[in-house]
Structures are given as structure tokens and as C-alpha cells.
């Protein structure tokens, strides 16, 4: 007994298009109420939580990510300020250490010089933390604009004559 029955090969079978991974200079992380879970795209990417963390900076995953949130999927949400310092700490632990030293040393050197220029010249720390609030930009010695000599004539005489200046 022959048999009729087609078969459809593979090339005939219907399959999602795949969407993309365009990549953005900033990260989003998203946070899952399931600690290991995973999302996948309609084009079948998989999208995987680890410890309730996804940390990406493809557009598509995204807004993929996004419209769930949108359409109420009450398992994903966008990570607030505290729920990013403790994804920075748990992805870069080395790097969110570094900005909390960095920090810290930072207002501790701050402190001791407001002190020590205060003494030494005479300026109330009021002042000094009056010009460290302003928004004054910041005379790195490398403009030859405003109050600040041009670099030519940083150079002695003796010197430019040598340097051809």
C-alpha cells in the first residue's frame, strides 16, 4: 500500500525572524522576581536571570523586556538605584569596591585640605566650600584663555632661545 503523505522539509517550515542585537553604550539591568529565571524573545533568544539580575545593553532585549513590564508581567521590573549598586557589586565586585574607596578617600582628602587651607591662608572653610560648590570651571594650567598665561610663556628665555620659540 503506497502512502500520499507529504512531508514538509525543513526550509518549508514557518520560523520567527530574528530580531537583532544592536548594542548601546549603556547597560539596563532588570530584575527578576525568580532568582534563576529566563525570558526568551519571540525570535527564541534566551534571556537568563542569574541571581534575579539581567544586566544587558542590546536595544532589542531591551524593549523586549520593556513591553513585558508594559503588559504587566509582574515577574520583571526595571532595577532601582539600590537594586543597581548591589548588581554593580555582585557583576564588578573589584570595580564597585574601587568607587566606594575612591569615595571615601576622596571626602577624607577634601576634608584634611579644606582644614590646611584654612589655616594656612586664612580662608574660612565657608569660602572654600562656597568656590568648590560654584560652577567655575577648573584652571588646569593648560588654557591660554582668562586669567591663564599662555603656555609660550611658561618657557625662560634661555630656554625659548634653545627650543628655536
Known amino acids: 500500500m503506497e502512502s500520499n503523505l507529504q512531508v514538509p522539509s525543513l526550509t518549508q517550515l514557518p520560523t520567527t525572524p530574528r530580531i ?17 529565571a529566563s525570558f526568551f524573545r519571540p525570535d527564541g533568544k534566551k534571556l537568563g536571570f542569574v541571581k534575579g539580575l539581567f544586566k544587558t545593553n542590546v536595544v532589542e ?10 503588559n504587566g508581567n509582574p515577574y520583571v521590573k526595571r532595577a532601582n538605584k539600590a537594586e543597581i549598586d548591589a548588581a554593580e557589586a555582585l557583576f564588578d565586585p573589584l570595580g564597585s569596591l574601587r568607587k566606594r574607596v575612591e569615595k571615601d578617600i ?6 584634611k585640605l579644606r582644614e590646611k587651607l584654612s589655616t594656612s591662608l586664612g580662608i574660612t572653610t565657608d569660602k572654600i566650600d ?14 591660554d584663555t582668562s586669567n591663564v598665561m599662555p603656555s609660550n610663556a611658561r618657557i625662560p628665555d634661555s630656554l625659548r632661545q634653545r627650543s628655536g620659540r
Open 20 to 36: 537583532g542585537n544592536t548594542r548601546q553604550e549603556d547597560s539596563v539591568i532588570f530584575v527578576g522576581s525568580l532568582s534563576n
Open 61 to 70: 532585549d531591551i524593549e523586549y523586556l520593556d513591553t513585558e513590564i508594559a
Open 106 to 111: 576622596g571626602a577624607e582628602l577634601y576634608t
Open 130 to 143: 562656597e568656590v568648590m560648590q560654584s560652577q567655575a570651571p577648573a584652571d588646569t594650567g593648560k588654557s
